[in-house]
């Protein structure tokens, strides 16, 4: 598995920082969560199941997935992130985010390895 994209860092720090939302944001809705398929090719929309398709289940599950040699810090489903220990999710706050600060350009490569 290969690093993250400076696009999909950008994604998952967007995404922490508006709280590790579930549903839309960004949407075209007055709300901003339009729930539309076309909100699902808007790569300006994020959720969790964004950010799982495109990023965790691309990247991550191989690894972070239970049997798996990283299984005990799962990244399976959104309560995962945000309710771990390891705070991997601290919504509204990238930088105080294991996931942020492991995946960042400069983190010396440590995620994904």
Same mark, same amino acid.
């Given at each position: ?5 400076? $696009? ?5 720090? +967007?995404?922490?920082? +508006? ?10 809705? *007055? ?11 808007? *790569?300006? /929309? ?13 990247? #991550?599950? %191989? #690894? ?8 005990? /810090?799962?990244?399976?489903? $959104?309560?995962?992130?945000? %309710?771990?220990?390891?705070?991997? /999710? /601290? *919504?509204?706050? *990238?930088?105080? %985010? ?5 995946? +960042?350009?400069? +983190? ?6």
């Amino acid at each position: 598995v290969s690093g993250l994209t400076d $696009r999909q860092f950008e994604l998952i720090t +967007a995404w922490v920082d +508006a709280g590790g939302p579930d549903k839309p944001i960004g949407g075209h809705g *007055p709300s901003g969560e339009s729930g539309t398929n076309e909100d699902s090719n808007d *790569p300006n /929309v994020l959720n969790f199941q964004k950010i799982k398709k495109n990023i965790i289940d691309k990247k #991550c599950l %191989s #690894c972070h997935m239970a049997g798996e040699q990283a299984g005990n /810090v799962p990244f399976e489903t $959104r309560e995962q992130l945000i %309710s771990s220990p390891l705070r991997l /999710v /601290v *919504p509204g706050k *990238p930088e105080e %985010s294991a996931l942020y600060t492991i995946t +960042a350009p400069g +983190a010396m490569n440590m995620m994904p390895p």
